[in-house]
């Protein structure tokens, strides 16, 4: 039973499109991140999300937007996609913010053309 | 601002041999401390963590790390390192124990047969 499921797992599209990232956990916890990973597999935080409340908001484009409709789903939307966005993103969550082991979903592997 | 250092991009190890990752850190206050691993193609997985108490910390697959706050520094170590170890890993630091992880930039280790 997946802890904290992606979808999907790989994403293919244009440039100038919109497409949405879906992640649930069912572990319970109260908070769940975006992670963004980069071709040097470089790893930063964009969003942090506790009991559906946006706590961490890192410099991002505007283009991401995060949206929580309930504490065990953090899904991503992103607009006018741009090359740079290629990337591979992860979901997590954690029980808190900081002190708790986080728990790393699958990724998912965006590719823009 | 709080920083993690990574000073290695590889370390090769023989099997059987005794491997270290370092990292070092640099927060105000009491860090929280943490270690991941990445294998391919999957998520990040939780291997151990420091919070307060003994400067030695064990965690998963026979690996521990040893906190040692006069060198600002939190290497991974394991005795008798397996091929299967091969994989990236990552240390984290939360620098007030409620604040996003920061992580640094990765070191690929490999271990040889």
């Known amino acids: 039973d997946t802890a904290v499921s992606q979808t999907p797992k790989y994403l293919v599209t244009q440039m100038g499109n919109d497409k949405s990232i879906k992640c649930e956990q069912n572990l319970g916890h109260d908070t769940m991140y975006w992670y963004k990973q980069d071709s040097k597999k470089f790893l930063k935080i964009m969003f942090s999300y506790n009991n559906k409340e946006l706590i961490i908001n890192e410099t991002v484009p505007n283009r991401f937007s995060p949206k929580s409709p309930d504490k065990a789903h953090l899904n991503l939307h992103i607009n006018s996609l741009e090359l740079g966005d290629s990337a591979v993103y992860f979901c997590?969550?954690?029980?808190?913010?900081?002190?708790?082991?986080?728990?790393f979903g699958p990724g998912t592997r965006l590719t823009v053309t | 601002a709080q920083s993690v250092a990574q000073p290695e991009d590889q370390v090769n190890v023989a099997e059987g041999n005794p491997l270290t990752v370092k990292c070092t850190y640099s927060?105000?206050?009491?860090?929280?401390l943490f270690w991941y691993v990445q294998y391919p193609n999957r998520g990040l997985q939780f291997l151990l963590k420091y919070i307060t108490g003994d400067n030695l910390v064990k965690g998963s697959y026979g690996f521990e790390a040893e906190f040692n706050k006069s060198q600002t520094s939190f290497h991974l170590k394991k005795p008798s390192a397996l091929v299967s170890d091969s994989a990236l890993y990552f240390c984290a630091v939360s620098p007030l124990g409620n604040t996003p992880l920061v992580f640094g930039k990765g070191t690929r280790l490999s271990v040889i047969a």
């Open positions: 997590a969550s954690s029980q808190d913010l900081g002190t708790d082991e986080q728990y």
């Open positions: 927060v105000s206050g009491n860090p929280y």
